[in-house]
C-alpha cells in the first residue's frame, strides 16, 4: 500500500478512485464501515481504493493545549487502511494553510485536481472546510461539479448509541478495556520504541520494557493485563503498569510492560502493546516487599486474565 501526502497530485495509476475520506483515529466500527462501503465500490468499478485521513488531528491544531486524545498513529492507521484493503493512505497535513480554506477550495483543489477521484464515501457528520462549513451536503453539490460522485454511510449503532471516538476514550479513561475493544474490534494498543527507565522492575525481579505514552490518550492509570508484540513476530504475555508509579520519586509517567518468562533485551526496538483489561488501580506501597508481593499477585491475575480472552490475529 502506497503511504501519499495532499501536497502534490497522485500518481497516474491512483487517480480516477474512490477515496473514503475522514478523520479515522482509532479506526473503530464505524470507520470501518465507511472504508468497507468504499472498498466495495472500488472493487465493482475496477478503481483504485484511496483512504484519506488528517494529520494532526484538527483538534490539535486549534486548540494545542489540549490533553493527549490519540487513540492510533499514522503508522498504526497505515497498516489497518492496508489490512482494509486500500491501495493508498492519503494523509492530509493539517496546517494553517488547509485551516483556512473554504469548502469550495478543498473540494476543487485538494480532491479533484490532486486526486481526480470519482467518488468520495464519508460518514453522515463529517464536515470540511474554513470554520466547518461544509458538510456532506456541500460536498455533494461541489463534488458534483467536479464529475465526482458522493456517497454517505449511516452511524454504526450498538444497545449503547453510535460507535464513536468519543465513546472509545470515554471507555479507556475509566479503564474499560473490554468495551474499547469491542467498539474498536481489538484492543487499544500503544506503539513505541522501549527506552531505559531507572531499571526498578529489575531490581524486584520484574524486569519491564518501557514505553513512552507520547500523544496517545491517557486510559485510567493502574496495572493491566497486556500482550506485546514484537517486531519478528512474536506475541508476549504480561502485566503491565500504567501511570506514575506512586511508590518511587520522583513520578514518572511510562507505560511498563513486564512479559512472562522473557527474559531477551528490547531496547530501542518498537514494541506494540495491548491493554486488555484492567486489574487495579495504582496505588502506593509502604515497601519494597510489599510491592514485590503485590506484582506477584497482579502478574497471576492478569495471566488468568489473558488466558480467558484470546489474542486477536
Given at each position: ?78 497498516r489497518l487502511f492496508a489490512d482494509a484493503g486500500a491501495d493508498a493512505m492519503l494523509v492530509f497535513h493539517f496546517d494553517a494553510e488547509l485551516a483556512g480554506e ?23 457528520d463529517f464536515t470540511f472546510g474554513k470554520g466547518r462549513t461544509g458538510d456532506v451536503a456541500t460536498l455533494a453539490m461541489l463534488g458534483a461539479a467536479h464529475g ?117 533485551s528490547l531496547y530501542g526496538q518498537v514494541i506494540a502493546v495491548e491493554l486488555v483489561s484492567l486489574l487495579r488501580p495504582e496505588m502506593r506501597f509502604d515497601s ?26
Amino acid at each position: 500500500m502506497d503511504r501519499l501526502t495532499n501536497d502534490a497530485p497522485l500518481p497516474e495509476r491512483l487517480r480516477g478512485g474512490v477515496i473514503a475520506l475522514g478523520n479515522f483515529d482509532g479506526f473503530h466500527r464505524g470507520h470501518q464501515t465507511v472504508v468497507a462501503r468504499a472498498r466495495d465500490r472500488a472493487q465493482a468499478e475496477g478503481r483504485p481504493l484511496i483512504v484519506a485521513t488528517f494529520d494532526p488531528h484538527p483538534v490539535r491544531f486549534f486548540r494545542p493545549d489540549t490533553p493527549p486524545f490519540r487513540l492510533t498513529t499514522l503508522d498504526q492507521r497505515a497498516r489497518l487502511f492496508a489490512d482494509a484493503g486500500a491501495d493508498a493512505m492519503l494523509v492530509f497535513h493539517f496546517d494553517a494553510e488547509l485551516a483556512g480554506e473554504s469548502a469550495e477550495e478543498f473540494v476543487r483543489d485538494r480532491i479533484a485536481a490532486r486526486t481526480g477521484a470519482t467518488a468520495i464515501v464519508t460518514g453522515q457528520d463529517f464536515t470540511f472546510g474554513k470554520g466547518r462549513t461544509g458538510d456532506v451536503a456541500t460536498l455533494a453539490m461541489l463534488g458534483a461539479a467536479h464529475g465526482i460522485t458522493t456517497e454517505t454511510v449511516a452511524p454504526v449503532t450498538d444497545a449503547d448509541g453510535q460507535i464513536s471516538s468519543s465513546r472509545i476514550r470515554e471507555a479507556l479513561e475509566t479503564g474499560d478495556c473490554e468495551t474499547a475493544a469491542r467498539l474498536l474490534t481489538r484492543p487499544f494498543t500503544i506503539e513505541g520504541p522501549v527506552i531505559h527507565g531507572d531499571k526498578v522492575g529489575r531490581q524486584l525481579g520484574f524486569p519491564t520494557a518501557n514505553v513512552d505514552m507520547a500523544d496517545y490518550l491517557r486510559p485510567a492509570y493502574g496495572i493491566y493485563a497486556v500482550r506485546g508484540h514484537l517486531a519478528d513476530g512474536r506475541v508476549l504475555n504480561g502485566a503491565a503498569n500504567l501511570g506514575i508509579r506512586p511508590t518511587f520519586d520522583p513520578p514518572k509517567e511510562l507505560l511498563e510492560p513486564h512479559f512472562f518468562d522473557f527474559a531477551e533485551s528490547l531496547y530501542g526496538q518498537v514494541i506494540a502493546v495491548e491493554l486488555v483489561s484492567l486489574l487495579r488501580p495504582e496505588m502506593r506501597f509502604d515497601s519494597l516487599e510489599a510491592l514485590k508481593a503485590q506484582i506477584d499477585a497482579d502478574c497471576a491475575e492478569a495471566a488468568r486474565r489473558l488466558a480467558a480472552a484470546p489474542a486477536v490475529p
